[in-house]
């Protein structure tokens, strides 16, 4: 189970904006959506690789929420994040229809990367379906690692904030 204290109806509404809750007070944000048909086998559960999906659409949207639009910065600067690793460990499935949450953290940052741990779990029940550890790269349009702008970093920093309040 997750430690997120149950969502009401509202607050999963609200986590299932286009840019999601950021909530820096819990050192997290909020995705929410609700399982499709296109996103299940034959049987009803969620194919493995849709977690991988959620979890990229919730880091889009935390970006977002934090005022950061990758695609006018990649159009202007030629610089953005990739996804150097993902590691995925799948907990129990979920079902057409089930609503989820992805809720991610910043583990640890660098100068020039960044790990994530991103958990997809039932806002109802705090069932964990997933947990996903992201390393992401900042980069130049050449590719080549570098640092993180101000901003983003500033933005990125509002994950770190502990259970407690505390940074």
Known sequence: MYNLPPLSAAEFVAACHPDGILSPDQGCHQYGLIVQYEDTDAGGVVYHAHYLNYAERARSA???????????????????IIIRQIDARYHAPAQLHHQIIVVTRLEQLKRASLWLTQDIISPETGLIFARLLVEGVWVNKKYAPCRFPDDVQEIITHLSVSEDGAA
């Open 62 to 80: 935390f970006l977002r929420a934090g005022g950061i639009h990758l695609g006018e910065r990649l159009r202007s600067t030629g610089e953005g």
